[in-house]
């Protein structure tokens, strides 16, 4: 995959984890294109190390998606974890 399938990839896959988790987490558009290339990345590893499935480079696999949107998911909660509950207003 090239960096604009990437970039795709994050958007979209950081869009599934934000509707998944709500929440008021800062960032907009292009904090949820981060979270979602860098969710890639980190679901991408540990569904090599943690699986045995290492994932392919072919846009349109299923496990491709699936570890983006679970890697998104685990850096939403992290977020979360360390710097507060994002749905209390200060």
Known sequence: MGIVSWIILGLIAGVIA???L??????????????GIAGAFVGGWLSAHFLDRPVSKDFYDPATWVSAIAGA????????IFFGNSRERH
């Open 18 to 20: 934000k509707v998944l």
């Open 22 to 35: 709500p929440g008021r987490d800062p960032g907009g558009l292009i904090g949820t294109t981060l979270t």
């Open 73 to 80: 998911l685990v850096l939403l909660v992290g977020y979360r």
